[in-house]
């Protein structure tokens, strides 16, 4: 069989090789500055380790308990899972603020009108029904957060 060669046309310049490659950023890779809440499964108290912090044994300043640091790909998960969490307790923090700002609003309407009569059954069933939704959002969006919050524990 014939030996297959390449067509001069395919060739690379000599400036195309020169060019120096970035290295790609690998995803086991904790971003930096990053930091998860861990807990001592000795005396459980709760603590913030770095992600950024070399391969170090954890180590308890409380009861000097020792942990084996994690690798980079537990890193890449705790940096994932504290990211979701930040999420889902963004997303149960603002249902919890238009809550209580309708209340506000429902509370300085009474004053404003005098009773509830003034107000209007219009306005009143409103902000009722308006509290009611955004106490539900907030309660669902909290019990999610706390069904997907995740605790590191060594």
Known sequence: MAKKTRRASRA?????????RL?????SKAPAGSTV??????CYE???????VSADP?????CMHVGVAPSPADKAKFSAAVAKTRSH????IIPAFLFLGTILFYVSSLNDSGS?????SGMHYGLLATLTITFLATMAMAIRYE???NEVYF
């Open 116 to 120: 509830i009569e003034a107000l209007g």
């Open 23 to 27: 290295a790609k950023a690998s995803a």
């Open 46 to 52: 709760d603590f913030v380790y770095h992600m950024n």
């Open 12 to 20: 690379k310049s000599p400036a195309k090789k020169a060019k120096p």
């Open 147 to 149: 069904k997907n919050r």
């Open 58 to 62: 954890i180590t308890c300043s409380e």
């Open 89 to 92: 307790l963004i997303a149960a």
């Open 37 to 42: 809440s861990v807990i001592c499964s000795e």
